[in-house]
């Protein structure tokens, strides 16, 4: 059974960074995309972040060249490192992966980022 969970939320000041770590076990075959949402309070959920397994990464318009996602392979994580943290980023951040395009999305539980201004 695939199960993911995220660690490394919390409370920061405006500017501040935090970094996000997800873990995923259950494993029996290669992940292709693992990535991060968010969802704020009264909002839907929006993708932040994803990488490939190659690699490649895509970041929301409002966190580019302030947030970077890794991931490794071997260990099948992901992290997200958050920088210049601002308050419109306070919310749930969930990971994700999925095994091949098409499949289904498996989510972690979700850990809080909150942002005081």
């Known amino acids: 059974q695939v199960q993911l969970v995220e660690s490394g939320g919390g409370l920061v000041q405006a500017g501040g960074s935090l970094r996000l770590s997800c873990a995923a076990s259950?494993?029996?075959?290669?992940?292709?995309?693992m990535g991060w949402s968010r969802q704020a309070p009264g909002k839907q959920r929006e993708l932040v972040a994803v990488?490939?397994?190659?690699?490649?990464?895509t970041y929301a318009d409002s966190v580019k060249d302030r947030f970077t996602i890794s991931r490794d392979n071997g260990k099948n994580t992901v992290a997200l490192q958050m920088n210049s943290l601002k308050p419109e980023d306070t919310g749930v951040y969930y990971c994700?992966?999925?095994?091949?395009?098409?499949?289904?999305?498996?989510w972690g539980q979700g850990t809080q980022v909150t942002v005081s201004s």
């Open positions: 994700n992966l999925n095994f091949a395009f098409g499949e289904r999305n498996y």
């Open positions: 259950g494993i029996s075959r290669s992940i292709n995309v």
């Open positions: 990488i490939t397994r190659g690699g490649t990464t």
